[in-house]
């Protein structure tokens, strides 16, 4: 069984950043990937995916703002997020592009001053 690890998340102002990490434990060179949220009462939402070669979608809420990332030598996918605002506050996983594997445990990110 796949297992996910995320990281980094926190407490942060608004209008700072945060970077996020997840550990994946088998390979992910042949998976899209991506990086969801779900906030108290919301469904779980996509707001950002990195394709197997490389290209990056975004929510239209977080377009210019989040970076996905992935290193496959490491198994790692990141989000740099910035700019936060308080409506992105929310638990944060990472998955595949389509939800293929069981969710880890999710990070925490609170935007509040």
């Known amino acids: 069984q796949v297992q996910l690890v995320e990281s980094g998340g926190g407490l942060v102002q608004p209008g700072g950043s945060l970077r996020l990490s997840c550990a994946v434990s088998?390979?992910?060179?042949?998976?899209?990937m991506g990086w969801y949220r779900q906030a108290p009462g919301n469904e779980r939402e996509l707001v950002a995916a990195?394709?197997?070669?490389?290209?990056?979608n975004y929510a239209d809420s977080v377009k210019g703002r989040f970076t996905i990332s992935k290193d496959n030598a490491k198994k790692m996918v990141y989000l740099q997020m910035s700019s936060l605002k308080p409506e992105d506050t929310a638990v944060y996983y990472c998955?595949?592009?389509?939800?293929?594997?069981?969710w880890g445990q999710g990070t925490q990110v609170i935007v509040s001053s």
């Open positions: 088998r390979s992910i060179f042949m998976y899209g």
């Open positions: 990195i394709s197997s070669p490389g290209t990056t």
């Open positions: 998955n595949t592009d389509r939800r293929g594997w069981t």
